[in-house]
């Protein structure tokens, strides 16, 4: 399996979400790396859209869900019916049984939605009642949130956010970005779009997943990941000024999110090694939810960006 093989879909991927590289590329980053994404921005700016894409060229299925306060856990489980013909219970599963699930505006349902969709992503099962029901293999949650309205929202506890692989930021496009819309939009309503690659094989993104994780990593590098983390948890022995910022350090589920997105950045770029620069490139997306800060650094105007840019710049590089 080489990275070639996903250039049909990247570049199908681009033409459909314009501006948006760095969603694009973080969503086959999650999909390589077997995990799930959180992406944060204003509406509007393609997010269904770039999952509905992004369906379109694998082989599998898509589920959209709106979040609402009135979600009930069942609306995402499925629940079983009565059938009075045969007077038993059947199951009817829910929309978590599709490979890719989008979860739109995952912060406007309550406690009880989150948790049941963190079984899901967590453990790639769902309980209903006394019965456990697996999920598919191939099984992708992209939730978003919206960061300017925030009345009537259930933020995500830390457990819930330390699941998703990655978090992105996305903002506005520029002008010139905004006319290639303009014309793709215009496109799209007189049928002259670019039709879907041939969709890609779950057995092929299988394989990829295997040859990343075989990628070489030198043991200094691995090293060097090991200490961004440490830097997160004492941060006191490398700036005192981050020990007063840093609430509470990432889990170790965050070195095992950022080795595994690194190699799927690299295997992405073509390489068969994992460099410095492949671990900078995903450093901020998987740490960003996994590091709370101080009410020091929210008076100072400290962000988690801030942070972590002062950490890249006090741990040294092998």
């Not at 939605?113 to 006394?130: D, F, K, P, Y």
């Not at 929202?153 to 970005?177: C, G, N, S, W």
């Not at 440490?230 to 350090?249: F, H, N, S, V, W």
């Not at 995903?282 to 008076?299: G, I, S």
Request: aromatic share 6%.
């Amino acid at each position: 399996m080489a990275s070639t093989d996903f250039a049909p879909i990247r570049d199908y991927l681009n033409s459909q979400v314009i501006g948006q590289h760095a969603l694009t590329e973080n969503m086959l980053i999650a999909l390589l790396a077997d995990g799930h994404l959180l992406v944060e921005g204003p509406p509007g700016l393609a997010k269904t859209r770039a999952i509905n894409a992004l369906a379109n060229g694998v082989e599998g299925d898509f589920h959209r869900v709106q979040f609402t306060p009135d979600l009930l856990p069942a609306d995402l489980t499925g629940t079983d019916i009565y059938r009075p013909e045969t007077g038993e219970f059947v199951f009817q599963s829910g929309p978590l049984f599709h490979n890719l699930v989008l979860a739109d505006e995952i912060n406007r349902a309550p406690a009880k939605v989150q948790s049941a969709l963190l079984e899901a992503m967590a453990e790639r099962q769902i309980t209903v009642g006394n019965k456990t029901y697996t999920l598919p293999e191939l099984f992708l949650v992209m939730a978003t949130q919206n960061p300017l309205e925030q009345e009537g929202t259930y933020p995500l506890p830390e457990a819930q956010l330390d699941r998703f692989l990655m978090h992105v930021e996305i903002d506005y496009p520029d002008a010139k970005t905004e006319l290639s819309i303009l014309q793709l939009t215009r496109n799209e309503g007189l049928a002259q779009t670019l039709a879907p690659p041939t969709p890609l094989k779950q057995t092929a993104i299988f394989a990829a997943r295997k040859d990343i994780l075989s990628m070489h990593m030198s043991d200094a590098l691995q090293e060097y990941m090991v200490q961004l983390v440490m830097a997160t948890r004492q941060p006191q022995q490398y700036d005192e000024k981050l020990a007063q910022y840093i609430a509470l350090g990432v889990s170790p589920r965050a070195t095992i999110s950022l080795d595994k997105c690194a190699r799927a950045h690299a295997w992405l770029m073509g390489r068969d090694f994992v460099g410095p620069d492949n671990i900078h490139a995903v450093f901020h997306n998987v740490l960003r939810h996994r590091l709370p800060l101080t009410y020091e650094a929210e008076a100072d105007g400290v962000t988690v960006n801030a942070v972590l840019d002062s950490i890249l710049a006090t741990v040294p590089v092998p």
